[in-house]
């Protein structure tokens, strides 16, 4: 494929939707170096597609309906204007986000910086939204809570907990985020290849995974944590709290958008304390972002479980 000149500002038309479609190539591979060095390519030049961007958007906009929150939601949650030159093309077809809609996702971009410079964290959502953060042992999560944001870009979510997540452990939360990918979002049609490899990952590790939990290993939870198909479709810490918040602010005044009032228990994410041997469990109730730690051996507790949200 022939790639555009770094001089050469007025490439076709032609020249950018190959351009996009290596990228989209790239990113169904698995491979996101060459993703990032053709994005890199693409931006430069990002006026040419500008009323191609805004097509996408714009029909975006009409199948999601409610559901579809984009700057204008970023603003109403947060008070931070996304410039139009900054918002990322939308990576699902159509036909995904109409899947999507039968199975009340929602589409939500997300955003790492609060301003020029600061990173958009949960501490930071906290202050700007005007939530308390409930969190045992605070110091095991000061990373959690003051470093680590989302990363730009639009997600699909499902706006309540992957109902085979329930009263189940970390691993099996992640078989049943596997199993929702292929039996619902693409239901009858081919798996894209980077899910399909992930998904192969995960059926190989199977048995070793299940004898680390089983020996009651302290580095079980970190096998599961470094599975592809875990950092696929299980969001992080952060994560989870701005698209809860987002959620909440954009739908109608509802406050908890997972059904779960009172738990103190809510969403399992792929952040971890103890040196790997804790994962990070969110929930956002009544002006409050909770922050709980566990392990992959514990009980499995019926309020707990996990969102499916896939960024490609």
């Known amino acids: 494929m022939k790639e555009i000149e770094e001089n050469n500002p007025e490439a ?15 990113i169904d591979d698995g491979d996101m ?37 984009g700057p204008e939601a ?17 990576p699902f077809s ?12 929602f589409l939500v971009l997300r955003v790492d910086k609060s301003g020029l410079e600061d990173p958009l964290t949960i ?10 953060i409930d969190s045992e042992e605070d110091l095991l999560m000061e990373d959690t ?9 639009w997600a699909l979510v499902t706006t309540r907990l992957v109902p085979l997540s329930k009263n189940r452990d970390y691993f099996e939360q992640v078989g049943a985020l596997a199993q929702y990918l292929h ?14 490899e992930a998904l192969s990952e995960y059926v190989k590790e199977q048995v070793s995974i299940l004898r680390e939990i089983s020996a009651m290993k302290t580095e079980a939870l970190e096998s599961v944590t470094d599975l592809e198909i875990t950092k696929l479709l299980m969001p992080t810490a952060s994560e989870a709290v701005y ?55 514990r009980t499995p507790d019926t309020a707990t479980g996990t969102l499916f949200a896939r960024r490609f």
Do not use: W
Not at 123 to 132: P, T
């Open 12 to 26: 076709s038309n032609e020249e950018l939707s190959n351009l996009k479609d290596a990228l989209r190539q790239a």
């Open 33 to 69: 170096k060459r993703a990032g060095d053709l994005k890199a390519q693409i931006m430069p030049h990002l006026s040419v597609l500008r009323g191609e961007l805004s097509s996408r958007f714009d029909e975006a906009k009409e199948i999601m309906g409610d559901d579809f929150l």
């Open 74 to 90: 970023i603003k109403e949650t947060f008070g931070i204007k996304v410039e139009t030159k900054d918002v990322p093309e939308i």
């Open 94 to 105: 159509k036909k995904e986000l109409e899947r999507a809609k039968e199975l009340e996702q």
């Open 123 to 132: 501490g930071k959502m906290a202050d700007i939204v005007g939530f308390d």
């Open 145 to 153: 809570i003051d470093e680590n944001a989302p990363e730009t870009g």
């Open 183 to 196: 039996a619902q979002v693409f239901k009858g049609e081919a798996v894209p290849k980077v899910y399909q």
């Open 243 to 297: 698209d809860m918040l987002m959620y909440c602010a954009n739908s109608n005044g509802k406050l908890n958008m997972f059904g779960m009032p009172g738990d103190t228990h809510g969403v399992v994410t792929r952040d971890t304390v103890y040196q790997g041997t804790g994962s990070v469990e969110v929930a956002v109730d009544s002006g409050t972002i909770i922050l709980r730690y566990d392990t992959v051996h």
